[in-house]
């Protein structure tokens, strides 16, 4: 039987820290603040604005909260943006997915500024991500904790997506090796899957990466160690599918009729295979937004670094 993967108590570990950070910025008489950019009425996106909401309030983060119309033009939506990229309270911006199909949302959010840019979206932070200029963050617990010490930022890094970042520190969590294993990605969005698939390569282990047009899932998903399921397809992954052993990482998140969550993963015939399984509701969730509340704290220290690389300890 598998050993369940937490994400609450992971996420409750990142939040305590991410309190105690915003507590010291405090004592420089500096605050936190995350806006929010939600554009129309997605049930599924009001719901993640308010739960991000929540979690800001209870770590002590500052929400600027930006609503506009289904209707709004693509001006309207810059605007927003180009407003929250001059304004200093606003350390991060999130926006809410989809935006409005005539919206092109990668003019949006490549107008993030990148030190803004909290989700790690933009073609810029992509690019950082691939070059492994931004990968370091995957290494070593307390890494920025001593760069924070001895008063050093890199000024080439960018934030990481928040759902694989969170993956990543999930695994490592619980002690699952990634170095020369085969994992293996279901999805290759840009939020998701394709960053996922770089930070596991960055952890070398072997990655092959799965999508609609592969033939033969099973092929894949039977030969790998680690199985990260992203695409939204209820039961996608079932136990016949997976090797004796391996670990799976369930992103998914399918809203069933009755309102109930669940995963890409048939989580009863798979964890009687996996040595680790996440559970949907309750596994990867929790992290991301565990992840969103780092990176803002992060941003609001590296940006009072560039601005004053003297600040008094
Ligand atoms: N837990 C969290 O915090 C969290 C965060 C973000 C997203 N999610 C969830 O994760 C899932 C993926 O999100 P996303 O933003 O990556 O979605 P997305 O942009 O719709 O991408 C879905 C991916 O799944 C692939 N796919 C779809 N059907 C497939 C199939 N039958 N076999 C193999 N691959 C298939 C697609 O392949 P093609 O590219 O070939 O179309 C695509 O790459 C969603 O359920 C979302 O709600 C969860």
Redesign the pocket.
């Known amino acids: 039987m598998a050993r369940i993967m937490d994400g609450h108590a992971l996420a409750e570990g990142i939040r305590e820290k991410v309190r105690e950070d915003i507590e010291k910025l405090r004592q420089y008489g500096l605050e936190v603040g995350l806006g929010l950019l939600l554009v129309g009425e997605n049930p599924?996106s009001i719901q993640y604005f308010h739960a991000t909401e929540k979690a800001c309030s209870k770590v002590g983060v500052t929400t600027y909260r930006y609503r506009l119309p289904e209707s709004a033009s693509l001006n309207e939506i810059l605007n927003v943006v180009h407003s929250v990229n001059r304004d200093e309270r606003v350390n991060g911006l999130l926006i809410l997915?989809p935006l409005p199909p005539r919206i092109n949302a990668r003019r949006v959010v490549n107008e993030i500024a990148p030190e803004k840019d909290i989700d790690g979206l933009g073609s810029l932070s992509v690019g950082r991500l691939a070059a492994d200029e931004s990968t370091f963050q995957i290494f070593k617990e307390g890494y920025y904790e001593m760069l924070y010490e001895c008063r050093f930022m890199p000024t080439v890094s960018s934030f990481l997506p928040?759902?694989p970042f969170?993956v990543i520190r999930l695994l490592e969590h619980y002690g699952a090796a990634i170095r020369g294993k085969h994992a293996v990605v279901?999805?290759?969005?840009?939020?998701?899957?394709k960053p996922l698939s770089l930070m596991l390569l960055a952890k070398e282990a072997t990655v092959t990466v799965?999508?609609?047009?592969?033939r033969d899932?099973g092929a894949f998903t039977r030969q790998a160690d680690i199985i990260c399921s992203?695409?939204?397809?209820q039961g996608?992954i079932t136990g016949d599918m997976v090797k004796e052993g391996a670990v799976v990482v369930d992103?998914?998140?399918?809203v069933l009729g009755d309102g109930s969550i669940v995963?890409?993963v048939d989580f009863e015939s798979v964890e009687k295979k996996a040595s680790f399984i996440t559970p949907?509701p309750g596994?990867?969730?929790p992290?991301?937004?565990a992840m969103l509340l780092e990176n803002t704290v992060r941003s609001a220290q590296r940006n009072e670094f560039l601005k004053s690389p003297f600040m008094p300890g």
Do not use: P, Q
Not at 251 to 254: A, E, K, L, T, Y
């Open positions: 599924a997915f928040c759902t969170g279901i999805g290759k969005s840009l939020a998701v899957g799965c999508h609609r047009e592969t899932l992203a695409t939204g397809v996608l992103i998914g998140i399918n995963g890409d949907v596994g990867v969730g992290v991301t937004i």
